[in-house]
């Protein structure tokens, strides 16, 4: 006990210019050489003094910054042992049940959030591992640390970033009875794009496998919602912190992160996929295929949503979140639209919704919602519509006549009447993609140029 104690003494000098508690030192060495106590016991207060020792010297650091004297408290030395005490505290809380009541306890929350904000990945890092250990236990301590979680997943650091993506999923986005899980799956979609190469590869293999690859009679729920729902989540949040709010969120562009995400996905023919994030034929094939199967029940759910007893501003809801999700799935891929014996599927079963956006655009009733409350969800759906059936165009090689017919006129009044910028712009990009399969909408399109530039000049 002597020799031990005149070590500890010893570490005491060395250390008391670094942030550690000499006292508690001290007293954790003596408690540690203690051979009558139990081994349950040990690491209980070993936990308790170590997490003490880690938040002090965080406590201390982050004091010393806001003292505009940063140099004391940031050693190599000092940056090591907290990123030490984060590891030992992880690996103790995997042997400890006592410690998921302390992570609850305020102190070591404030404790988390300082180590998350360090400027060393190393310590960034253990706090995530040490967070995730945690989450992975406890729902509550899981719902407790989500915007933690969240946070780490923009982390400039790889190492913290893969954990906190891993954790993200895994233990907030896929459990059916996490409160979170939707907001947890979007959360990790919308960053695909800004991810480090090597997380983003592994993210868009969790994905795609999750979402397409899974097999239907596997999936405890049903995979097209728990999608439709992510997509849903990035858009509505997406409208609310718009500056414009008389703009449109859709159409989507290639930009968006959640058609890079679905490019990423399927390995998209505009999308310059190399290395690791590049699938094999086969694998392509698969995920292709699964991707048609995909869209067409998004198809059928509008189909049946449209059929429901369901009250009119339910089901506008519902149509456009299907419509929405399609609408990212073809401008990422429009080749998911391709394939079975009737090329025209999507056109067939969404061209009579051009004609129910522009009779109903402007309809209220007495104690409804204002009429531009009304006209904005249905130019968004009509968007939709119009960006589907251009999509559905660019792989097909036969267009029918009657088709093309009904198409121009239907495109025609729109482009006459609506009140949207966004929907006369697909719809005139539409007439232009018709053009290659009808004379008489070239006709058309040249007789509507010619008056533009007359009224012009």
Known sequence: MGHMNSSVSLAIHRERAKNFDPVALEKICVYLSCTQTTVASRFGNFFDRLLDLCMSDIQEIFTTKSDNASSVGTTASSVQVRSKAMKVLADLCELDDGSLGLAQDPKVRACFDACIQDTSVSVREAAVDLISRFSSRSQELAMDYFDLIVHA???????????????????CAIPATFGRRIEAAASTAIRVSAMEDSVKVRTVKILRNFWFLTPRSLAEESLTEHFCETVWTIFEEQKRSRVSKNGLIVPFTRDHPVVHMLECIFNASTLDCSGQMKMNATEKASTLKSGRAFCRQLVDSVLHAEASA????EKSERILKYMVSLHALLVAEPKLCAGGNNQHYYIECLMPHLL???CNAGETHADGPPAKDVKRPNAEKLTCVLSIISSNILVIDVLGE????????????????????????????????????SSATSEFIMKLTSSILNAAA
Do not use: M
């Open 153 to 171: 997943c923009g982390d400039p650091g790889t190492s913290v970033q893969k954990q906190a993506v891993k954790t993200l999923w895994e233990t």
């Open 310 to 313: 369901l009250s009119e501003e």
């Open 402 to 437: 009657q088709v093309c017919s009904t198409l121009t006129q239907n495109l025609q009044k729109l482009i006459a009447s609506h009140d949207y910028l966004s929907v006369v712009a697909k719809a005139c990009e539409l007439l232009c993609r018709i053009c290659s399969f």
């Open 356 to 358: 129910y956006n522009q």
